[in-house]
């Protein structure tokens, strides 16, 4: 029995309250509940056309609590200058002092706020210690909902859940606070909102999420492995969006394979050096190919080399051993249909979260 799935059947969209043509703006107002194991992020990230990056989210539960029921609104951001320093803050406030809208992405945590539509977005996070932003967001492209409702169930009853609801290019334009000036700025960014009732230690193998914006298309990939409780399934999420309209004009059914170059890496685990996915649809004779090739460490995080004693015990007794990283990387996207090659690259920073052990099972 298959025991991770995307939610994209007719009694999927009824249970979950959506309309599987069109997404409505309440998706974006709060999903989830604040009982224990749940969770749920309103995530905002950027690159600057001066060579700046940030990224600001906003979380009703506390990380550090997630086992625990009850609100604990908290939020962070991290500013990368031009000249590659970085500025962080992280703030943490009682319900009280808090709006968690469900109508739509209506958040303010003290006097941080992030407000929007799925068409614009204004995000705020006051310099309370010195780094901050004030930014407008206006979406380039539709927003993305892997197979019409954005939801992975895990469990042999669907008894957990997972999701990433996204508009994956946003023009960006205001201005970061650090070092006791106003920078103003312009770029391109990315809004994703996602809920889960899972740890994503507890969840995945490992999982590769970047978005990549070339002449023609954006693309945007979440390519979930689970780990062996959940029969090491692989659940893509992955989309090509046409930059002229805006709109969907691929989405994997979920057929995909793999062909990817290992090497050990700084970490001293083998991770991929390059990833090929081959996307072929059951019911469609178009064929993909995506293709990700990192070419520099931007951030690594070796979440079990860096824990203490206590720490390892815990993860081994987990039988996991995670480590995170980000690339800056090349990415190219070829549209095969028929003798109709269409062929599209850029650069791209993408995130690899591998948190399970060197398994051959789970197809790194």
């Not at 057929?255 to 001293?268: K, P």
């Not at 996307?279 to 690594?300: A, G, S």
């Not at 051993?321 to 690259?345: F, H, L, Q, T, W």
Request: proline share 4%; charged share 30%.
């Amino acid at each position: 029995m298959v025991k991770a799935r995307v939610m994209d059947t007719s009694a999927d969209f009824k249970k979950l309250g959506i309309d599987p043509t069109k997404v409505q703006t309440w998706e974006d107002g709060r999903r989830d509940t604040d009982e224990a194991g749940h969770n749920e992020v309103w995530y905002f990230d950027g690159i600057l056309d001066d060579g700046g990056k940030f990224m600001v989210a906003f979380r009703p539960k506390s990380p550090y609590k997630l086992n625990e029921a009850g609100d604990e609104p908290n939020t962070n951001i991290m500013i990368t200058t031009p000249d590659g320093a970085t500025k962080q803050d992280f703030q943490s406030y009682s319900s009280e002092e808090s709006h968690i809208g469900k109508d739509k992405c209506d958040l303010q945590f003290g006097p941080h706020t992030a407000v929007g539509d799925f068409k614009n977005y204004d995000v705020h996070f006051e310099p309370v210690n010195g780094v901050g932003l004030d930014l407008h967001f206006e979406a380039l492209v539709d927003p993305f909902r892997q197979g019409n409702s954005a939801v992975i169930t895990l469990g042999e009853n669907d008894e957990y859940h997972y999701t990433d609801l996204n508009v994956p290019k946003n023009k960006v334009t205001g201005t970061l606070f650090y070092d006791g000036e106003k920078h103003e700025v312009t770029g391109l960014g990315y809004h994703d909102h996602q809920w889960m009732n899972i740890h994503p230690m507890q969840a995945w193998h490992h999982w590769l999420w970047g978005h990549l914006y070339t002449e023609k298309y954006t693309v945007m990939v979440y390519d979930f492995v689970s780990n062996e409780r959940f029969g090491f399934e692989r659940v893509p999420f992955f989309g090509i969006e046409d930059n002229k309209t805006g709109h969907v004009v691929y989405m994997t059914d979920g057929h995909v394979t793999l062909d990817s170059e290992l090497e050990i890496n700084s970490t001293g685990k083998v991770f991929p050096k390059t990833s090929e996915y081959t996307f072929q649809n059951k019911n469609d004779n178009k064929k993909v190919i995506f293709t990700v090739k990192w070419r520099d460490e931007i951030e690594t995080r070796d979440i079990y080399g860096d824990a203490n004693e206590q720490q390892k015990a815990a993860y081994d007794q987990m039988g996991i051993n995670p480590v995170y990283m980000r690339y800056y990387a090349d990415g190219d996207v070829k549209i095969i249909d028929g003798d109709n090659v269409d062929e599209s690259s850029g650069d791209m920073i993408y995130e690899y979260n591998y948190l399970g052990k060197e398994d051959e099972r789970a197809d790194v």
